[in-house]
């Protein structure tokens, strides 16, 4: 996480996290990424991956805020 003057500005979440939080399968996570419906994955080492929660919370504002537009 990162920091400026002592307030967290950035998190990265973890494969786990991000599956949680979003509920879906990796599998279906890494097709969405494919696709560019999901936001990138940042390549933190050779065998670990993570996303900036920002980016994935924002994905999920834009999710709610699409079942209150009516069809």
Do not use: T
């Amino acid at each position: 996480m990162l920091s400026y003057y002592g307030e967290i500005v950035m998190r990265i979440l973890s494969k786990r996290q991000v599956k949680e939080l979003v509920l879906y399968s990796p599998q279906h996570i890494a097709r969405l990424e494919k696709a560019g419906q999901f936001p990138k994955r940042v390549q933190l080492g050779p065998n670990r991956v993570g996303w900036v929660e920002g980016e994935v919370l924002d994905w999920l504002e834009k999710r709610l805020a699409q079942r209150e537009v009516p069809n």
